[in-house]
């Protein structure tokens, strides 16, 4: 909880939510989607799959 929420008045934290999201990692990317009716994405993807498996996108870090 944020600092000094306590002194606030009508503030109910069980009513105070963040709504779910559905997330999936694909090949290193995190994808978010906000649509929980929408299909996985993985399956979409399969065909960028082969298309850039030569750089090894799940293997790939962050650097400066």
């Known amino acids: 909880m944020a600092p000094e929420m306590e002194r606030t008045t009508a503030f109910e934290l069980a009513s105070i939510r963040l709504k779910p999201v559905r997330c999936e990692v694909w090949e290193g990317f995190v994808a978010i989607n906000f649509d ?3 299909p ?6 399969e065909n960028l799959r082969t298309i850039t498996a030569p750089w090894n996108m799940g293997d790939m870090v962050t650097v400066h």
């Open 40 to 45: 996985p994405l993985a399956p979409q993807l």
């Open 36 to 38: 929980e009716g929408a």
